[in-house]
């Protein structure tokens, strides 16, 4: 055995390797208790392939392919581009807050679909113009326009999803005929696609990549803000299913396998979010959700606040508390205080539990890692299938920076926009206390029947500040000086 022969058999073990390491790691992502390792291990994986990859073009090269060898320019301008972002990542990733984790995973997100979309403009552009590093086949062809297609949906789509999430564009975007010309768009990408099968035309190659970018931003545009967490599990997909696309393009066994399982587990994730918000994937596709029916029924009754010492007292006599966060909980960073709140509560013999809804925050699990950054124990997080039922034997529910997660319109409103959603049950615990900074309504623009519901008290304050104070009166209570 030659050592071009002994290079590739490395080259492909280290890629089976880094693909193993790659399911692995989103496994262990699947719970709490194992998410750091697991990103930690997919981490090394994408270490492994990374350096296979500069071995890659030599091997194959050396093996008769076709594919060019890698030049000293190649190699340079890959180190470059590495050192440049993880650089770039690396500081971003130690400044951005939890608040803005959202819009970093969309970002980050765009940033792999438009990868992949440029691996499929370069292999077209090539091929089209005779400087190709190897020639291509009719199916290959094919591939290469679906994924550089997905791919150049997911880039322009996540960075509209970014700006929205980052609030530097209105949450929605309607014109009339939108869905007409969103689909003239789609069928001309579509159309420029398929004559790249027939004749491979670096004017129609432009054409195609100008039009699938265009798609990916008039497709997200009509998408509301409070629909972010099924936008941002499925451009994942779009991204996973591009990579692979593009690694059979390049012949690269790593890109297959790791843009296979993360397209994948997109899909899973999108379902799974897309059946929380009582959407179905047609809907996603072709942006008709985000608003139901019109102006939702106006709110008898007015909103009855509540003191902190008046909370603290309803707290003290309660056997059962179920909490409830929202995004409001993350823009206050008060994650820590509310569990030193639940402490407080555990200590004096309450059952103590959180309640997270499938969207709440701005992306999948964004609670459950607000949660685990303040120490809370995975045992007490309760989904919401789960724990909707309790809430008809609890004594007060404490709801911080949640909205439309927990809003009775969606069940009893048809006019409202997000009739139909399931949500948590807290209108059905004895008492609710609702934290909150203000009177204003929820990211998806509506009012909130439960803050009016007789059940309902409202404590205005910062979701630390309002901590702060339930501890304080409740240390107040069994000090005797409480109210």
Not at 86 to 91: N, R, S
């Amino acid at each position: 055995m030659d050592k071009t022969t002994l290079l590739h058999y490395v080259v492909q073990a280290s890629y089976f390797a880094a693909a193993v390491l790659f399911i692995l790691g989103i496994k262990r992502m699947s719970s709490p208790v194992t998410a750091r390792s697991g990103i930690q291990w997919a981490g090394v994986g994408m270490l492994v392939a990374t350096i296979a990859t500069f071995f890659h073009g030599n091997v194959a090269a050396g093996l008769g392919t076709g594919l060019q060898p890698q030049t000293m320019t190649n190699i340079l301008l890959m180190v470059l581009a590495i050192g440049v972002s993880t650089a770039f990542a690396w500081i971003s990733g130690k400044k951005v807050a939890m608040t803005d984790m959202p819009q970093m995973v969309a970002l980050y997100n765009g940033m792999g679909g438009g990868s992949a979309a440029a691996i499929g403009a370069a292999a077209l552009i090539g091929a089209a113009s005779g400087t190709a590093h190897h020639t291509l086949g009719t199916a290959q062809i094919a591939l290469a326009v679906i994924g550089a297609l997905i791919g150049s949906i997911s880039f322009t789509g996540s960075l509209i999803a970014f700006a929205k999430l980052q609030g530097w564009m209105d949450k929605t975007f309607r014109f009339g005929g939108q869905q007409f010309v969103n689909g003239l768009f789609f069928l001309s990408a579509l159309g420029l696609g398929a004559a790249l099968l027939f004749k491979l035309d670096v004017t129609i190659v432009v054409a195609f990549f100008a039009v699938s970018l265009l798609f990916g931003v008039l497709m997200t545009l009509p998408i509301g803000g409070a629909d972010m967490p099924v936008v941002i599990s499925l451009y994942n997909a779009f991204t996973g299913l591009a990579v692979a696309f593009e690694g059979y393009v390049q012949g690269n066994v790593a890109l297959i396998i790791a843009g296979t399982v993360v397209g994948a587990a997109g899909t899973l994730l999108t379902r799974l979010m897309a059946k929380a918000m009582n959407r179905s994937i047609s809907n996603v596709l072709f942006s008709n959700f985000g608003g139901g029916g019109g102006a939702a029924s106006e709110i008898a009754g007015s909103q009855k606040p509540i003191e902190a010492a008046d909370a603290a007292s309803l707290l003290y006599m309660a056997e059962k508390v179920i909490i409830v966060p929202g995004y409001g909980m993350a823009v206050a960073q008060a994650q820590h205080k509310i569990w030193e709140l639940s402490q407080q509560l555990i200590k004096r013999d309450k059952e103590v539990k959180f309640a997270i809804h499938p969207v709440a925050g701005r992306m999948p699990g964004h609670m459950n890692v607000l949660l685990a950054e303040a120490g809370v124990p995975y045992d007490l997080i309760a989904d919401m299938d789960d724990v909707n039922p309790e809430f008809a034997t609890c004594d007060v529910a404490i709801v911080i920076g949640a909205n439309d997660v927990v809003n009775p319109v969606a069940r009893t409103d048809k006019s409202s926009p997000i009739y139909g959603m399931p949500i948590l049950d807290v209108i059905n615990a004895r008492q609710v206390i609702v934290i909150k900074r203000g009177k204003g309504a929820g990211f998806a623009g509506i009012e909130n029947a439960l803050f009016y519901a007789d059940n309902c008290r409202m404590l205005y304050a910062d979701g630390q500040e309002a901590a702060n104070r339930l501890i304080a009166e409740l240390k107040g209570i069994d000090s005797g000086g409480g109210h």
